[in-house]
């Protein structure tokens, strides 16, 4: 199955600025999937990207504070943008394998 | 739109005891796919098991087993012979076989079972 390299794996950021996830597989996919895990909770879907076209966002998430940039089959970022306390949360990159999904890492971000 | 629905925020188990974790669904789809992925503190996600909806047979994975009931929609996983290393958040998920559409290739996600286990 595939193998993601997500970077960092935690920052702490102050209001205002912005931080970018990075996601590196070690093969091809087609979707790779941008999750947010807030403090005890449960995984959401924030959007689906795809290679060669614009991410596709879940309801509640928009273009302007999680810019997607999915240039190769191979890579993705994630930019969480103006960032506030509420942004504080663990995000996961995914991708299908043919069993299930591999997950990265994992960032975990606290705003100060 | 799929539910998730995990009503056991926590368990608790003893080493070498069996415990079994709920999970309900809800679905007017008939061909999916149901996953149970563990999260231990490290934050990385682990698959455990995953259900094809059309198979009948319950999934097993060594220690860890399935009591899948299509018409009930429910998707219950039970851990055997526990081991501290089973200790972890415990997460129940779903997708559609659908190979198109706005659904496809996405997971989703009960809100969590945290399983302790006790030496």
């Known amino acids: 199955s595939a193998v993601i390299s997500q970077k960092p794996s935690r920052d702490i950021c102050q209001r205002g600025t912005s931080l970018t996830i990075q996601c590196q597989v070690d093969s091809q996919v087609t979707m790779m999937f941008w999750y947010r895990q807030q403090p005890g909770q449960s995984l959401t879907l924030i959007a689906t990207?795809?290679?060669?076209?614009?991410?596709?966002?879940e309801s509640g998430f928009v273009i302007d504070k999680f810019p997607i940039s999915r240039p190769n089959l191979t890579f993705s970022t994630l930019t969480v943008s103006n960032l506030s306390p509420e942004d504080s949360s663990i995000y996961l990159c995914?991708?299908?394998?043919?069993?299930?999904?591999?997950f990265g890492s994992g960032t975990r971000l606290t705003v100060v | 739109a799929q539910t998730v629905t995990q009503s056991q925020p926590e368990m608790s188990v003893q080493e070498a005891e069996t415990v079994t974790l709920s999970c309900t669904y809800d679905t007017s789809e008939s061909d999916y796919y149901l996953f149970w992925y563990k999260q231990p503190p490290s934050r990385q996600m682990i698959l455990v098991i995953r259900q094809e909806a059309y198979k009948q047979q319950n999934a097993t994975e060594n220690r860890f087993s399935v009591n899948f009931q299509k018409a009930a929609k429910s998707f219950s996983l039970k851990i055997s012979d526990s081991q501290l290393g089973d200790a972890a958040m415990y997460f129940c998920a779903y997708r559609s076989a659908a190979t198109g559409g706005t659904s496809y290739g996405k997971l989703t996600f009960g809100q969590g079972t945290i399983l302790t286990v006790h030496p």
């Open positions: 995914s991708v299908g394998t043919g069993d299930g999904y591999t």
């Open positions: 990207a795809n290679q060669g076209s614009e991410a596709t966002y």
